[in-house]
Structures are given as C-alpha cells and as structure tokens.
C-alpha cells in the first residue's frame, strides 16, 4: 500500500506540471495563473504564423534527420564489427561509448567547442549534427550490444556453408536479426536530436533551433504561445517514441512468426 502511494506520488510530480503546461496554451488570456478564463485555439494560431519559430523547427528537423541517418549508418557498421573484435577490442569500444553517455552534457559542449575550434571548423548547423551525433551513437551502440550480445554467430556460418557471401550473409541474416534495435535506435536518436539544447547552445554558432529559440522566448517573457510550442514538440515526442514501440513490437512477432513457420517445415 505504501509503495502504491509512492509510485503514485512520483507519477504525479512528473505529470502534473505537464499537465498544466498543455492546459494553458489552450488560455484564452496570456496570464499564466488560475482562475482558468476560458479555451482558445490563439496561441497555436500565432504558433504557426511565426516565421522565426516555423524556421527554427525546420532547422531542428533537418539536423534530427541528418542524425538520425548518420548514427543509424555508422552505428550499425560498428555494432557488428563489434562481433567481431577481440575481448579486448570489445572492451575498449563499450568504455568509448559509455564515457560520451556518462560525461555531462556541458562539458560534452565545451570539449566539442573547444575542438571545433581547433580544427577551425565555423559553427553552424553541421557542427549541430556532428554533436548530436556524438550523443546518439553512443545510446544506439550500448542498445546494439545488448541486442547482439545474444547473437549466435553459427547463424552466418550456416548462411556462408549454404553459398551465401559475406554481403549476402549481411542483407538477409545479420540485419534482420539487428533491425528492430536499429530502427528503435535511430527513433530515439532522432528525438533526442529535436530535443537537444545543451549541447546545442555551444555548438550552434549563430543557428537557431527549435530548443534554443523556445529559451530564447523565455529570456524575453513567458507567455501561453511557449505552452503551446513546448506541448506540439511533448505531442510530438511521445508519437515517436510510440512509433518505435510498435514498430519493434512489429518486427519481433514477424521473426517470431517466421521462426514458426520454419519449425513447421
């Protein structure tokens, strides 16, 4: 009974402040204070008759795809090389994706300030992307291992002693097998890369992103339109991390499904 009452009392002090910024960007008064006077569609309206706001979400877009293809593509190349590495090797990969993960994000902005600089390479949305990319590919290695770590590696021997090749092998064992960890992973990473704003505020030079561009507005005055920008990107969010969800949960009954109909044969 006690631990019931906790857990609800965690949840509520997680959700109830969300609750409440969802609740005032449908104000009809810009005073973000009770009583409540009334619903209305106003803020959303002036949200997307924002010129600067609309560019700050495409730049924010842009660079979470950019991530989300990178990390995917060198993330999976390195997940399975990492079945191949020795104990040592193994070892040495995981401590390089685990310090990313374990370092704070400011001092994750400063060290790639500090080393963009050195290679004099100009802020701007690319620095953006290589730093997203530093923060999402080490979460989709540390998925990856997990996933692979159960990999049975008489699987692509079998596929090699039946005349497949090494590409081959590739296509229509490996990956498959590694797909709805990917394909989560590169969800995830692509949120995180939409929702960045530490790193980002080091690296971004004079670009805009959707995060900075909502600290920006709240530098100034906090008004319902940032309750309703800060409730479309939480809707947002949560649609991607649904779709990850069932999509993995897709993927997994389909290999289940065709284990089965290989049993049967």
């Keep these: 009974m006690i631990l019931r009452a906790v857990v609800y009392a965690v949840l509520a002090f997680l959700l109830i402040p969300i609750a409440i910024i969802i609740l005032f960007s449908f104000h009809s008064s810009p005073a973000l204070s009770f009583p409540f006077e009334g619903f209305s569609l106003r803020?959303?309206?002036?949200?997307?008759?924002?010129?600067?706001?609309?560019?700050?979400v495409g730049r924010s877009l842009t660079v979470a795809v950019a991530t989300a293809v990178v990390t995917l593509v060198v993330g999976a190349f390195a997940s399975l090389a990492w079945l191949r590495l020795s104990r040592r090797g193994k070892i040495v990969l995981e401590f390089i994706c685990i310090?990313?993960?374990?370092?704070?994000?400011?001092?994750?902005?400063?060290?790639?300030?500090?080393?963009?600089?050195?290679?004099?390479?100009?802020?701007?949305?690319?620095t953006v992307t290589l730093g997203h990319v530093v923060l999402a590919l080490p979460m989709?290695?540390?998925?990856?291992?997990?996933?692979?770590a159960?990999?049975?590696?008489?699987?692509?021997?079998?596929?090699?002693?039946?005349?497949?090749?090494?590409?081959?092998?590739?296509?229509?064992?490996?990956?498959?097998?590694?797909?709805?960890?990917l394909i989560a992973s590169t969800i995830l990473a692509f949120a995180m890369?939409?929702?960045?704003?530490?790193?980002?505020?080091?690296?971004?030079?004079?670009?805009?992103?959707?995060?900075?561009?909502?600290?920006?507005m709240m530098r100034r005055t906090v008004t319902p339109l940032i309750n309703a920008v800060s409730t479309l990107a939480l809707v947002f969010s949560v649609l991607l991390m649904v779709l990850a969800g069932v999509i993995t949960h897709l993927r997994r009954a389909k290999a289940i499904s065709d284990a089965t109909d290989g049993r049967q044969f």
């Design 43 to 56: 803020w959303y309206s002036e949200l997307f008759g924002n010129a600067q706001l609309l560019s700050a």
């Design 99 to 126: 310090v990313p993960i374990a370092m704070p994000a400011l001092f994750l902005g400063v060290a790639l300030l500090v080393g963009f600089a050195q290679i004099r390479l100009p802020l701007s949305m690319i």
């Design 140 to 148: 989709l290695m540390v998925a990856m291992r997990a996933r692979l």
């Design 150 to 181: 159960l990999f049975d590696p008489s699987l692509e021997d079998a596929a090699r002693d039946l005349g497949a090749g090494t590409i081959t092998t590739f296509l229509r064992v490996t990956l498959p097998l590694a797909m709805p960890t």
């Design 193 to 216: 890369s939409f929702d960045e704003f530490v790193v980002t505020s080091f690296v971004a030079g004079t670009e805009t992103t959707l995060p900075l561009f909502i600290w920006s």
